[in-house]
T-cell receptor, first 116, second 115 residues
Framework: AQKVTQAQTEISVVEKEDVTLDCVYE???????LFWYKQPPSGELVFLIR??????QNEISGRYSWNFQKSTSSFNFTITASQVVDSAVYFC?????????????FGPGTRLSVLP | KAGVTQTPRYLIKTRGQQVTLSCSPI?????VSWYQQTPGQGLQFLFE???????NKGNFPGRFSGRQFSNSRSEMNVSTLELGDSALYLC??????????????FGPGTRLTVL
């Protein structure tokens, strides 16, 4: 069975601070995808990044960066110089294929509050 | 390209009633998945439809059902509503190819309140 753990329930930082959101996953599949989604107060989940299990290269997109480490089954997300608009709930998700199709499992989410 | 749309955005029902939620995927997307989001349980997968067939199902009682139409639009039905069914119901669509992994694009959700 697949599982995603986000140990940080809530994080508060002051604007311009860097913050890292942790994600640890469990799967026996060797082929899988990892995702991060952002859910602002409006409720709609916004896709941020996808990473496949064969690509451990870290990625940077503006103020966002992701650190994928298969050895520790972690896919952490760092926001540099945080802004108030970054306040949201962030979900890490794992996707594998089974006999029935693509199976998504989401972590419980981390609520990030960026204070001015 | 228009995003995923869900109607209605808000619903208030009473216990015992039934409800139907609608989801229109992004044009060209053939897979539609439904999720229930509650403060206590987080995001839980309900089911996935592809080409009008339910392909995957989460651990929910039979009161939760769905269908998909030939234009990929999907509906979700909950019968005999219970207080615990109050939640944000999210629909997600994705391109599908066997063996391919595709991100899901989510709609704004339908917030259901059961009184």
């Amino acid at each position: 069975a697949q599982k995603v753990t986000q140990a940080q329930t809530e994080i508060s930082v002051v604007e311009k601070e860097d913050v890292t959101l942790d994600c640890v996953y469990e799967t026996r599949d060797t082929t899988y995808y990892l995702f991060w989604y952002k859910q602002p107060p409006s409720g709609e989940l916004v896709f941020l990044i996808r990473r496949n299990s064969f690509d451990e290269q870290n990625e940077i997109s503006g103020r966002y960066s992701w650190n994928f480490q298969k050895s520790t089954s972690s896919f952490n997300f760092t926001i540099t110089a945080s802004q108030v608009v970054d306040s949201a709930v962030y979900f890490c998700a794992l996707s594998v294929w089974d006999n029935y199709g693509q199976n998504f499992v989401f972590g419980p989410g981390t609520r990030l509050s960026v204070l001015p | 390209k228009a995003g995923v749309t869900q109607t209605p955005r808000y619903l208030i029902k009473t216990r015992g009633q039934q409800v139907t939620l609608s989801c229109s995927p992004i044009s060209g997307h053939r897979s539609v998945s439904w999720y229930q989001q509650t403060p206590g349980q987080g995001l839980q997968f309900l089911f996935e439809y592809f080409s009008e067939t339910q392909r995957n199902k989460g651990n929910f009682p039979g009161r939760f059902s769905g269908r998909q139409f030939s234009n990929s639009r999907s509906e979700m039905n909950v019968s005999t509503l219970e207080l615990g069914d109050s939640a944000l119901y999210l629909c997600a669509s994705s391109l599908v190819g066997s063996g391919r992994y595709n991100e899901q694009f989510f709609g704004p959700g339908t917030r259901l309140t059961v009184l």
